[in-house]
C-alpha cells in the first residue's frame, strides 16, 4: 500500500486519467498505446513471478492487451483500472498454467510431493528470489505471488480457485515453510563451506 500520498503510484495502483479511459473505450490507438506504456511492465511483472519464463511472461502481456482492446469498451470503473487490468493478466497466467496441465488434482499434500529437494549445487542462488520461487510447485507459486505480493485475500483466492478458504491458507503455508527450510539448508551450508579443511 502506498502510505505517502505525495509519491507517485507504481505498478498496477497507477491512476489512469479518466480522459484516457473514454478514448480507450472508443477504441482510439493512441490511448491504447498509453495504456500499454502505463500498465504493461506490471503486467509482464506478475507474469514472470508465477510463470518463471520471460518468453511466457511476454506472451501473457501481448494476450492481454489484445483482450484489453476489446475488453474494455465494457469497462465501466465499478474497480480501479490496474485493479481490472491485474484480474485479467492473473486468468491469462492460470490459463496458461491449465494449459500446460499444472492444475491436476487438488490435493495440498500432493501438490508439494514431487518438489525436489534444495541441492548444495545451488547455494550460490540462496539470494535469488526469483530463483526459489520457481522451485515451487505453480500452483503453489501462483497463491504465494497473489497472496503474498499482490496482496489478495484467501477470500478472494477461494472464488478464483473455486475452493475453500483453508485451501489457499494450507498451501500458502506450506509454500513459505518449504521457502524457508530451503533458505536455512542453504545458509547451513554455506556456513559449513566457510570453516577451513581438517585433511
Known amino acids: 500500500m502506498n502510505m505517502n500520498p505525495t509519491e507517485p503510484k507504481t505498478g498496477f495502483a497507477q491512476e489512469i486519467d479518466a480522459v484516457t479511459l473514454a478514448r480507450a ?3 482510439d490507438v493512441s490511448a491504447h498505446a498509453q495504456l500499454y506504456r502505463t500498465c504493461s511492465r506490471p503486467c509482464y511483472t506478475l507474469a514472470m513471478r508465477v510463470l518463471g519464463s520471460s518468453a511466457a511472461a511476454e506472451d501473457i502481456v501481448q494476450d492481454v492487451f489484445l483482450k484489453m482492446m476489446d475488453a474494455i469498451r465494457q469497462y465501466r470503473g465499478d474497480a480501479p483500472f490496474g485493479a481490472w487490468l491485474k484480474r485479467m493478466t492473473v486468468n491469462a497466467a492460470i490459463d496458461q498454467l491449465r494449459s500446460q496441465r499444472h492444475f491436476n488434482g487438488e490435493d495440498p499434500e500432493q501438490l508439494f510431493a514431487n518438489t525436489a529437494d534444495f541441492s548444495n549445487s545451488v547455494a550460490a542462488d540462496v539470494h ?4 526459489l520461487l520457481q522451485r515451487l510447485p505453480p500452483r503453489a507459486r501462483l497463491i504465494l505471488v497473489l497472496h503474498e505480493i499482490e496482496g489478495y485475500t484467501h477470500k478472494e483466492l477461494a472464488e478464483l480457485f473455486g475452493q475453500t478458504e483453508s485451501y489457499s491458507k494450507s498451501i500458502l503455508s506450506r509454500s513459505l515453510k518449504r521457502l524457508q ?3 536455512n539448508t542453504t545458509r ?4 559449513l563451506q566457510a570453516w577451513p579443511s581438517r585433511n
Do not use: F, I
Request: charged share 45%.
Open 25 to 27: 473505450r472508443r477504441g
Open 188 to 191: 547451513v551450508d554455506v556456513e
Open 181 to 183: 527450510d530451503w533458505l
Open 128 to 131: 535469488d528470489a526469483m530463483g
